[in-house]
């Protein structure tokens, strides 16, 4: 076996299906990994974070192989490998971790130190990540296997449910674990900044976590539309009411509980006069604005250190004019950084198995074939409230 195909970033604004290298049991750094084991893809998905690189929002090189995202099945198993066999179909967390630092130990595995020479944290087929080889492909090569890997308990079941599954690699445990950072709990009122998919599984989670309401905001109306369609309240940030007075409007009071941005760097600002100009601290101020005094604020969406597209100067190198002075006066609480999955994969994976969590339906999960990777990427870019998931070997159009 040593063919393989895979997601290149070409440019901005393209990329491709290429031929690439079979994965091997070897690290970026070119060292055996006999912790690893390798995978047949049996999904891996588009996300609004690659989505940052392909625009050329990022440093990230041309031909890079893209995907984070992975659910697969393991075809080859390292040497060092016990708890795993061939055969096993296993979600991917997207942070790459080590399992044996001090951040691993804590569950802080978005930070993990020995997986990326140049900073904390690692991940698949992402820019300054470690150089970890991406996932958006038919084959792909997990390290630190026994740690990495969530092996579901029963094939069969789990392929019955596996477009809900393929989100518990990233977007669902990222919108969860912005709800539990915001603070999330039975009555809450919520604000989420965001109708894209990590911003639906945030609201899929609130609903889990017991809110009594949640509201999305978006500047795009379909994605609005949709956001409806599966039972949340929404407002519409491209209408001249505020922010606040839009949130009074449906719950009496200008203020939520807790609030969520899943946004980030590339954000609009809100009127129809700045809904079409980037305010890359606009979600962040307006989210001090409508969250109570002493509330907590989750930020799950993605902001980076380097920005070489942005609109300002400061904002090139990750500088934001925010209100942080508000936020101090509110005593708020703020809660930034990468997801880390494994603190809460397992339980959202339960929570799917036993139909308490229907993630799917909430981010409009729409399969495509790996051929069809680069249309995908052109149609999430034009704002359609759909999460693309790749099928690289047709499991999911046989399991469905």
Same mark, same amino acid.
């Given at each position: 076996?040593?063919?393989?195909?895979?997601?290149?970033?070409?440019?901005?604004?393209?990329?491709?299906?290429?031929?690439?290298?079979?994965?091997?049991?070897?690290?970026?750094?070119?060292?055996?990994?006999?912790?690893?084991?390798?995978?047949?893809?049996?999904?891996?998905?588009?996300?609004?974070?690659?989505?940052?690189?392909?625009?050329?929002?990022?440093?990230?090189?041309?031909?890079?192989?893209?995907?984070?995202?992975?659910?697969?099945?393991?075809?080859?198993?390292?040497?060092?490998?016990?708890?795993?066999?061939?055969?096993?179909?296993?979600?991917?967390?997207?942070?790459?971790?080590?399992?044996?630092?001090?951040?691993?130990?804590?569950?802080?595995?978005?930070?993990?130190?020995?997986?990326?020479?140049?900073?904390?944290?690692?991940?698949?087929?992402?820019?300054?990540?470690?150089?970890?080889?991406?996932?958006?492909?038919?084959?792909?090569?997990?390290?630190?296997?026994?740690?990495?890997?969530?092996?579901?308990?029963?094939?069969?079941?789990?392929?019955?449910?596996?477009?809900?599954?393929?989100?518990?690699?990233?977007?669902?445990? &990222?919108?969860?674990? #912005? =709800?539990?950072?915001?603070?999330?709990?039975? /009555? !809450?009122?919520?604000?989420?900044? %965001?109708? $894209?998919?990590?911003?639906?599984?945030?609201?899929?989670?609130?609903?889990?976590?017991?809110?009594?309401?949640?509201?999305?905001?978006?500047?795009?109306?379909?994605?609005?539309?949709?956001?409806?369609?599966?039972?949340?309240?929404?407002?519409?940030?491209?209408?001249?009411?505020?922010?606040?007075?839009?949130?009074?409007?449906?719950?009496?009071?200008?203020?939520?509980?807790?609030?969520?941005?899943?946004?980030?760097?590339?954000?609009?600002g809100h009127g129809h006069a700045g809904s079409q100009s980037?305010?890359?601290?606009?979600?962040?101020?307006?989210?001090?604005?409508?969250?109570?005094?002493?509330?907590?604020?989750?930020?799950?969406?993605?902001?980076? &250190?380097?920005?070489? #597209? =942005?609109?300002?100067?400061?904002?090139?190198? /990750? !500088?934001?004019?925010?209100?942080? %002075?508000? $936020?101090?006066?509110?005593?708020?609480?703020?809660?930034?950084?990468?997801?880390?999955?494994?603190?809460?994969?397992?339980?959202?994976?339960?929570?799917?198995?036993?139909?308490?969590?229907?993630?799917?339906?909430?981010?409009?999960?729409?399969?495509?074939?790996?051929?069809?990777?680069?249309?995908?990427?052109?149609?999430?870019?034009?704002?359609?409230?759909?999460?693309?998931?790749?099928?690289?070997?047709?499991s999911l159009k046989a399991a469905a």
């Open positions: 076996m040593s063919g393989n195909r895979g997601v290149v970033y070409v440019g901005p604004g393209k990329v491709e299906v290429r031929s690439i290298a079979f994965p091997e049991l070897v690290d970026p750094a070119g060292r055996k990994a006999n912790h690893g084991v390798i995978l047949r893809v049996v999904a891996t998905n588009i996300c609004g974070s690659d989505q940052h690189m392909v625009r050329g929002r990022t440093t990230a090189p041309a031909g890079l192989v893209l995907g984070h995202e992975i659910t697969g099945e393991v075809i080859e198993v390292g040497s060092d490998v016990t708890t795993l066999q061939k055969g096993d179909l296993v979600s991917v967390p997207f942070n790459v971790a080590c399992g044996r630092c001090p951040m691993c130990k804590a569950q802080n595995t978005g930070v993990c130190l020995n997986v990326n020479p140049a900073r904390a944290g690692g991940a698949y087929g992402y820019v300054d990540m470690g150089g970890w080889i991406g996932g958006q492909a038919e084959f792909v090569m997990v390290p630190y296997a026994d740690f990495n890997l969530l092996k579901f308990p029963d094939r069969d079941r789990a392929m019955a449910k596996i477009r809900d599954l393929t989100c518990l690699s990233d977007i669902l445990p &990222t919108g969860y674990h #912005g =709800a539990v950072t915001a603070g999330v709990g039975p /009555g !809450s009122t919520v604000y989420i900044a %965001g109708a $894209g998919p990590v911003g639906m599984a945030a609201a899929a989670s609130a609903r889990l976590l017991g809110a009594a309401v949640t509201i999305v905001g978006d500047v795009n109306p379909t994605r609005l539309e949709h956001a409806r369609r599966v039972g949340f309240e929404t407002v519409d940030l491209s209408e001249d009411a505020s922010l606040a007075e839009q949130i009074a409007g449906l719950l009496g009071e200008p203020e939520v509980d807790c609030a969520i941005d899943c946004v980030g760097f590339e954000a609009r980037e305010a890359p601290a606009t979600v962040l101020n307006s989210l001090m604005e409508v969250t109570r005094a002493a509330g907590k604020i989750g930020i799950p969406g993605l902001y980076v &250190t380097d920005d070489p #597209g =942005a609109a300002d100067s400061a904002a090139k190198h /990750g !500088s934001l004019s925010v209100r942080f %002075g508000l $936020g101090w006066a509110k005593s708020h609480s703020f809660f930034t950084g990468q997801t880390p999955v494994m603190k809460y994969n397992r339980n959202l994976m339960q929570a799917i198995l036993w139909d308490r969590l229907n993630i799917a339906e909430a981010v409009n999960v729409t399969v495509i074939e790996l051929d069809q990777a680069p249309n995908g990427y052109a149609e999430f870019d034009s704002g359609v409230p759909k999460k693309f998931v790749i099928d690289p070997h047709g």
